[in-house]
Structure formats: C-alpha cells, structure tokens
C-alpha cells in the first residue's frame, strides 16, 4: 500500500505562484511513477503533469512553460511548481502514484486562482 498527501494548495492571484507537495509513504520502493491530476468543478480530471521513478518528466500542453514537475528520491516527495497562474487553473489538485500492481490516489488540494 501506498499514502499520499497532497499541501501547498491554496487562494493566489493571477500571476501568482504556488508550490504543490505530495508525500508518499508505505511501500514507496516500487512505485514506477507519480502524477498530478486536476479537477475543476462541472469538469472531468484531467492530467496535468508526471514524472517517472527514473526522472523523465511531462507536462500537458496547458500548463507547459508555466508548471513544472520535479522529484525528491531521499524524502519520497514529489513537487509541481506552478508559475503565472490563470483563473482557469482553479480545481483540485490530486496526485496519483503507479506500481506495477496498483494505483493510488491522495485527497487533493484546493488552488483557487482569483482575477
């Protein structure tokens, strides 16, 4: 099993910044990928940005050149900075965690973008 815990979401300005945390704890050792999902109301989820255990990263294209996904082996942490934030990058933000025989999820964080 796998635990996630998702911080550093919040209420920002357009423009703004925002540094989001996912912890992973529990049988870490063999997740092969971590990604970050959103979730605006009314809306589907939708993949944002990932990255694998060997450090090979994408983003969407509506986030690409303003998020950025990153990775701490040593604390089982995985990082999506978010520069110049849009109104429409409102929702939650769920991380996700891949091994070969399971996929986990965390709570989410709430970012709230205001115009």
């Known amino acids: 099993q796998v635990q996630l815990v998702e911080s550093g979401g919040g209420l920002v300005q357009a423009g703004g910044s925002l540094r989001l945390s996912c912890a992973a704890s529990?049988?870490?050792?063999?997740?092969?990928?971590m990604d970050w999902y959103r979730q605006a109301p009314g809306k589907q989820r939708e993949f944002v940005a990932g990255?694998?255990?060997?450090?090979?990263?994408n983003v969407a294209d509506s986030v690409k050149g303003r998020f950025t996904i990153s990775r701490d082996n040593a604390k089982n942490t995985v990082y999506l900075q978010m520069n110049s934030l849009k109104p429409e990058d409102t929702a939650v933000y769920h991380c996700?965690?891949?091994?070969?025989?399971?996929?986990?999820w965390g709570q989410g964080t709430q970012v709230t973008v205001s115009s």
């Open positions: 996700r965690a891949l091994r070969a025989y399971g996929v986990y």
């Open positions: 990255i694998t255990s060997g450090g090979n990263a």
């Open positions: 529990g049988n870490t050792a063999s997740i092969n990928r």
